[in-house]
Nanobody, 125 residues
Framework: QVQLVESGGGSVQSGGSLRLSCSAS????????MGWFRQAPGKEREGVAA???????RHADSVKGRFTISRDDAQMTVYLLMNNLKAEDTAMYYC???????????????????WGQGTQVTVSS
């Protein structure tokens, strides 16, 4: 069974930083591509950052230069480092796993099969 456990959300002021973590089982980590999504109230869930199977990354235009997806293979954990946070980054953030091989980082919600429970990020201006 695929389980994704997120942590690291919280409340910060504009310009602050947070790091989200997503822990997965060895099977999940080795056989799925991992990504981060977010969903603000009243909005669609959108891709934030993701890995392709070869380790290449993609970041949404809205977060480029501020957010960085990374991973620790030994810990089977994927991170999302968020710097210079803005009020518009306020959302529930989800870790997700996409099955199979991806030559490009999957960025569509429909690409992903499994989702974490979500962690809230609130940025006050």
């Amino acid at each position: 069974q695929v389980q994704l456990v997120e942590s690291g959300g919280g409340s910060v002021q504009s310009g602050g930083s947070l790091r989200l973590s997503c822990s997965a089982s060895r099977y999940t980590y080795d056989n799925y591509c991992m990504g981060w999504f977010r969903q603000a109230p009243g909005k669609e869930r959108e891709g934030v950052a993701a890995f392709a199977s070869d380790g290449r990354t993609r970041h949404a235009d809205s977060v480029k230069g501020r957010f960085t997806i990374s991973r620790d293979d030994a810990q089977m954990t994927v991170y999302l480092l968020m710097n210079n946070l803005k009020a518009e980054d306020t959302a529930m953030y989800y870790c997700a796993a996409a099955p199979g091989w991806w030559s490009d980082p999957p960025f569509s919600r429909s690409d992903y099969t499994f989702w974490g429970q979500g962690t809230q990020v609130t940025v006050s201006s």
